[in-house]
């Protein structure tokens, strides 16, 4: 009864939902969910794209499809940008800052082209996403005194992403 009372009160006003990573804090931070985040986006164009090159006719299952290929587009990229700024705000400290004093930068530069992608379908931007969470991506492993290295993702779109050498 409380939680219909509660509802109701909710449908009305709209009230924000908080969400977080955690805030215990649980110290578990990895930038490999926002990589596949931005990999999911080009992917998204290359599909979007792919079937507007074949062309026909703009029927109930293109609309369908463009649609489905649009709301994941866009979903991954909201997703992407918020691990980003998951780990900027919880984890990055004013000692990473002062070794790395880019990172307000890139981590502005991400939340640029996430909005970007959003907006369109512009692969160029789609890729430039996928690089500069890559960049977020060698500086994090880099405060924790791991090399990283760069190789193909091994799915389409098979860009290059950055990895903790281990």
């Known amino acids: 009864m409380i939680y219909k009372l509660l509802n109701t009160i909710d449908r009305m006003f709209h009230f924000d939902?908080?969400?977080a990573h955690c805030d215990i804090p649980c110290g578990i931070y990895d930038p490999s969910g926002a990589q596949i985040a931005a990999l999911t986006v080009v992917r998204m164009m290359d599909l979007m794209a792919d079937l507007e090159?074949?062309?026909?006719e703009k029927n109930v299952a293109y609309q369908n499809s463009m649609a489905r290929y649009t709301a994941v587009?866009?979903?991954?990229?909201?997703?992407?940008?918020?691990?980003?700024?998951v780990i900027w705000g919880d984890y990055i400290k004013a000692q990473h800052l002062e070794q790395f004093p880019q990172t307000?930068?890139?981590?502005?530069?991400?939340?640029?082209?996430?909005?970007?992608?959003?907006?369109?379908?512009?692969?160029e931007s789609g890729v430039a996403f996928v690089e500069a969470i890559n960049e977020f991506a060698e500086i994090f492993w880099a405060?924790?005194?791991i090399k990283t290295k760069r190789a193909k993702a091994p799915?389409?779109?098979?860009?290059?992403?950055?990895?903790?050498?281990?």
Do not use: C, F, N, W
């Open 73 to 85: 587009k866009e979903e991954h990229a909201e997703k992407a940008k918020a691990e980003v700024r």
């Open 155 to 166: 799915y389409a779109p098979a860009l290059e992403l950055v990895y903790p050498d281990l």
């Open 104 to 123: 307000h930068q890139v981590v502005h530069k991400i939340m640029q082209l996430g909005s970007k992608v959003r907006q369109t379908a512009d692969r």
């Open 143 to 145: 405060t924790k005194g």
């Open 17 to 19: 939902r908080a969400r």
């Open 53 to 56: 090159a074949k062309g026909g």
